[in-house]
């Protein structure tokens, strides 16, 4: 039941955005992010329901997110350990990656 590309919503506002997948029970997956700048954002929150775990959600999320920045030359910083994670398991996705100051 992993969920297509373009399947996952994307809501932005001002400053802030989020990236859904609404599934047909109406349950609701999203990752949230803010943005600093022109050229950054910053993905803070993963969440995915129990009941629709395991099922690849969560990285559908994240990719759609990686795509997004890509196609508009952005750079992510992911604070939300799920979505460091996948970053740490797609190293295609290190032109991308914003590292943390100091770290």
Not at 38 to 51: K, M, Q
Not at 70 to 89: D, H, M, V, W
Request: aromatic share 6%; hydrophobic share 35%.
């Amino acid at each position: 039941m992993k969920p297509d590309l373009h399947e996952v919503g994307h809501e932005e506002q001002e400053t802030r955005g989020r990236y859904v997948w609404r599934a047909p029970e109406g349950q609701e997956a999203e990752l949230t992010y803010s943005r600093a700048g022109e050229h950054l954002i910053i993905i803070d929150h993963t969440s995915v329901p129990r009941a629709l775990g395991g099922k690849g959600i969560g990285q559908v999320l994240v990719e759609r997110a990686v795509a997004d920045a890509r196609a508009a030359g952005k750079s992510i910083l992911p604070l939300c350990t799920y979505a460091a994670a996948q970053f740490r398991r797609h190293p295609e996705w290190s032109d991308l990656l914003q590292k943390r100051k100091g770290a």
